[in-house]
């Protein structure tokens, strides 16, 4: 049967269940939010609304804007049971107790619709376990939707089927978590933990003891097997920290219960010293100590403590040096570093070359057992655990080099997947095949395509293979961007800068792709496939060019970006702006004079200036303005509150550096516009704003769509400048900003409400552009905001002077 969900409940408002609800919500879902009524209690909702209050202060926040919390409606199990049937979800996310969860299901049953899809969050219960008991129907309708915690971030979602559920459940499901909810969709078998909790909790533990049996501490193991090993920064203890002991110690458990055939049952025991730590309440993160304990010094900073697991004390962590670290913090690549490690011969590539030989191990031991194929397995690791290579890709490193892989694998004997791979495929789980990426299928010993998205675009594959036509996809390049042909008569600008920033480079290929670009193309896109879209203007050079006293050289790169943007604004095709995660300052600037932003539900939009001493010169004043209604059209009298308010809402928002938590967000602030839209999926982003520029095309081509016409604005002169100069002045006497702040914040000021101009005659966009250059260039001169873009060059820190 067709499976369509629009409206959910969620029961159990605890840590889990209120952040899936706020996800659901952040979706556009509403859903019920429903948890136990406790005893004696006045509020029979305090739990389920306890719950929701927590997740909208939660940090890093849960929901995409506050606003979500509305699509939320709380109560309880006892009184509003009933209204599970006007839902088409029930997410059960109650404590982990088969017994609770089991009756829960029974009165569920009683009152859900028979197509109601259910769905358990359970961290590794068996599907089939749960359902005992239950009728055939319920069975059909139920499967285990395991998300990962914080539920927004946190990339991956289970999908556990019974034999009983619906085939046809499978694939809704799958579509629905990786298109509404943006997920990282894996399809696990039913077995205990699942696929990342089984891995992950055996690297875990099997790293704990080997660090407890050869004397490595808390820091050193984390040192160690941090972001140089391809893991995030909180390594093994920190982030057993962060996700809970005593949620370790249940996933723990559940193995050594549910798993007696796995070979490294003994493993799942917790050694009894964390046992004791556990005992004494040292939880992690969430008790105020674990492994590691902040504390408060004297002068109002804090320390990190670690702690030393002879004594149970808490003591201060000794910087580790490492030759074998040192040499892969420089290298480039996740393969480059994990090699390096593994390669060396200090105490720190031993820990590294026995844990990674006991984890890769392990998962080439349980792959069949837990999944269908090894990408499942990688995609678990990488999308539930922040890792950046899976466990198989790992593998690749070492089957791609001989010498380390006798290394690291010295003493032991290599798992059977590993000698198929190495007999009947090519020697390694994964190969590329003209720009496709083809894994190892263990059921037939052939390659097999990665799966992906529907219609995912892979810039990186279009770059690698010819086009459809022979040709080669890529237009033009120029070292900093490039111009790809998307086919269908789209065209993409993609950069590929450090954190691509904007340089010369990319305003060429602005201008190129605009002026010739148009002639072959039907519309444009802006995107990439790197974290960040943008980070901004390339800081090392308006450094270098403020310290030499270039000023000509200034002029001349602000008044190209100008002209870039311009050119964009004014476009004879449709151009649309692909931004996810990061676009800030001139990445911020370039969307603004975009027609159309197709933006990633993560996106963090803002003009970020001030922080570095500057303020928006890229016509980046100029466009918020207009987003704030300064267009001169819209200030005709009766139409609008006044030139004012535009002037006043772009400084309050630019003037302390604001930058969107979301694009949600982002569209409240206006850096995005309400018509733009959101993808949550990062993999199928660019294949959204290449739909949305043939719609705009075609638009186009059927008149609906024209190119933009010259806009004037409407500015309120100087005497809103003073109202603003007051303000500054007011909070520098009360010592809320610096000195240079109110400097910047002045020139802001200033260009935000048109300089000397009249209240009643509007301005040309050019006048707002000079006025930008000549702050800008100013503000280059001072030696404080030398220093603030010096800071962020050099440690990444704002400095506030
Ligand atoms: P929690 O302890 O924060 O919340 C559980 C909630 O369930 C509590 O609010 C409790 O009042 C409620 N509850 C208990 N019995 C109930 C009943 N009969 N009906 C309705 N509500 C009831 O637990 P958490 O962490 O949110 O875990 C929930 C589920 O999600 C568990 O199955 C857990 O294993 C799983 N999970 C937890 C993760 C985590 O990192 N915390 C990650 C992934 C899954």
């Known amino acids: 049967m067709p499976y369509a969900i629009r409206k959910a409940a969620v029961i159990g408002a605890g840590v889990m269940g209120a952040a899936i609800a706020a996800h659901l919500a952040n979706v556009g879902i509403p859903s019920l939010l429903l948890d136990i009524v406790p005893a004696d209690a006045k509020d029979r909702n305090i739990i389920a609304r306890t719950g929701l209050e927590k997740t909208l202060k939660s940090k890093p926040a849960s929901f995409y804007s506050k606003r979500g919390a509305q699509l939320v409606t709380i109560g309880n199990i006892e009184d509003d049971l009933p209204k599970l049937a006007e839902v088409d979800w029930i997410i059960e996310a109650v404590v982990e107790r088969p017994d609770i969860k089991q009756s829960l299901y029974s009165k569920i049953e009683q009152v859900a619709r028979p197509e109601t899809i259910i769905t358990s969050n359970t961290s590794g219960l068996p599907a089939h376990l749960l359902v005992e008991g239950r009728s055939e129907n319920f069975r059909r309708h139920f499967m285990i939707t395991h998300f990962f915690n914080p539920v927004r971030y946190m990339r991956l979602l289970e999908l556990v089927p019974t034999a009983d559920t619906d085939p046809a459940l499978l694939p809704f499901m799958q579509q629905f978590g990786t298109e509404t909810l943006g997920k990282g969709v894996v399809i696990c078998k039913d077995t205990p933990n699942f696929i990342a909790n089984r891995i992950g909790a055996y690297g875990f533990l099997s790293t704990i003891q080997r660090a407890l049996d050869e004397g490595y501490t808390v820091s050193e193991v984390d040192t160690i097997l941090g972001p140089n090993m391809g893991r995030p920064k909180s390594a093994v203890f920190r982030t057993a920290d962060l996700s809970g002991l005593d949620t370790l110690m249940h996933v723990a458990n559940n193995l050594y219960k549910n798993a007696p055939e796995d070979e490294q049952r003994a493993t799942f025991q917790i050694p009894e010293v964390v046992q004791e730590i556990i005992n004494r309440g040292w939880l992690g ?313 197709r933006a990633l539900a993560e996106s963090y939009i803002g003009l970020v200036e001030v922080g570095v001493g500057l303020i928006p010169g890229g016509g980046g004043c100029k466009e918020f303005l207009l987003r704030h209604g300064a267009n001169a059209e819209s200030q005709k009298p009766g139409k609008s509150s006044g030139p004012f308010t535009p002037a006043r809402r772009a400084f309050e928002i630019i003037a302390v550096a604001t930058v969107s938590t979301s694009a949600t967000e982002a569209q409240e602030l206006r850096f995005l516009r309400k018509t733009d839209a959101i993808t949550v999926n990062r993999d199928v982003l660019l294949r959204d704003a290449k739909a949305d520029a043939i719609k705009l095309a075609d638009a186009k081509e059927a008149g609906t769509w024209q190119p933009v016409q010259p806009q004037m604005l409407l500015l309120p ?19 809320k900003i610096s000195e240079h702040d109110a400097v910047i914040g002045n020139h802001l000021a200033r260009v935000l409400t048109g300089g000397d101009c009249s209240p009643v005659t509007p301005v040309t966009e050019q006048y707002v552009l000079d006025l930008e250059r000549e702050a800008f260039l100013s503000l280059c001169g001072t030696e404080k905001t030398q220093a603030r873009i010096q800071s962020i060059l050099q440690g990444g820190k704002t400095l506030r002077n």
């Open 285 to 597: 993160e969430k008790s105020g100590q674990g492994f590691y304990k902040r504390v408060k010094n004297a002068d109002g900073s804090s320390t990190i403590l670690e702690l030393n697991f002879k004594t149970l004390e808490y003591e201060p962590q000794p910087k580790h040096r490492f030759d074998s670290i040192g040499k892969a913090r420089n290298l480039e690549t996740p393969e480059q570093k994990v090699s390096a490690v593994l390669n060396g011969e200090d105490r720190a590539s031993h820990l590294a070359r026995e844990t990674t030989a006991d984890a890769l191990i392990y998962a080439a031991n349980r792959a069949h057992e837990i999944a269908d194929n090894i990408v499942d397995i990688d995609h678990a690791m990488c999308w539930g655990f922040n890792f950046d290579l899976g466990s198989f890709e790992t593998w690749d490193v070492l089957l791609k080099d001989q010498a380390l892989l006798d290394k690291v694998f010295a003493q032991r004997e290599l798992p059977a997947l590993v000698q198929q791979v190495r007999s009947q495929g090519d020697g390694t789980f994964y190969r590329t095949v003209e720009g496709q990426k083809q894994y190892f299928d263990y059921h037939t010993s052939t390659y097999q395509p990665v799966p992906t998205a529907q219609g995912v675009i892979s810039l990186s594959a279009l770059k690698a293979s010819p086009s459809s036509t022979g040709s080669s996809s890529v237009v033009r390049d120029n070292g900093s961007a490039s111009l790809i042909d998307l086919g269908d008569g789209i065209a993409c600008l993609e950069f590929h800068t450090k954190m691509n920033s904007i340089d010369e480079g990319i305003v060429e290929m602005i201008h190129y792709a605009v002026e010739e670009g148009s002639k072959q193309f039907r519309a444009l896109v802006i995107g990439n496939e790197a974290p960040d879209f943008s980070a901004g203007a390339n800081l090392f050079l308006v450094l270098m060019g403020a310290r030499q006293g270039a000023w000509d050289m200034l002029d001349g790169a602000i008044t190209g970006l100008q002209q870039a943007h311009q050119l964009l604004k004014y476009s004879p095709i449709p151009v649309v702006a692909a931004p996810a995660g990061r676009a800030l300052g001139g990445g911020c600037e370039m969307i603004l004079h975009t027609h159309h932003t």
């Open 717 to 735: 002169g100087a005497g809103a400048r003073l109202v603003l100069e007051q303000q500054i002045e007011g909070m520098l006497l009360t010592g």
